[in-house]
């Protein structure tokens, strides 16, 4: 019966469980930030998850060819004003720009065949279009019969 009321430092022991167990994560997290070549990432091929947001490549994108990526010799410009809505998990990423700052993407109906128009992200499901330079005609004023 004496035993029963013997002390057995329970807490004491579940503190240095969880600082034993603090200590392995906080090496692993260590070895990992040391050596990331080691381990094995999954990276999506969709805009999953892409938080690198479009915001302003140059003075005016759509005056200037401010975006290159591989395979572009020429830089390609700003087609609108206002982004446009795309599922993320529908567009595919095409490569990433030469400043490695965006991902460029394109959606995924496009296919390889299609390299005009591309896309950059800028925001949750919005995109902003860059391509071809628009060409706008130059205004007329109609004449009265």
Request: net charge negative.
């Amino acid at each position: 019966m004496a035993s029963a009321n013997e002390i057995r430092d329970t807490p004491g022991r579940l503190l240095l469980g969880w600082a034993v167990l603090l200590t392995c994560l906080v090496l692993l997290s260590w070895r990992i930030h040391l050596h990331p070549a080691d381990y094995e990432w999954t990276e999506y091929p969709t805009a999953l998850g892409d938080l690198k947001y479009y915001r302003a490549l140059g003075k005016d994108d759509r005056y200037e060819p401010n975006l290159r990526y591989a395979g572009q010799d020429e830089g390609v410009f700003r087609r609108v004003e206002e982004s446009v809505e795309f599922d993320d998990g529908t567009m595919m990423k095409r490569g990433i720009d030469v400043t490695g700052s965006h991902f460029v993407y394109q959606p995924e109906a496009a296919g390889e065949k299609s390299p005009l128009p591309v896309y950059l992200k800028s925001s949750e499901n919005r995109y902003v279009e860059f391509g071809a330079r628009k060409f706008y005609p130059p205004f007329v004023p109609k004449t009265g019969p």
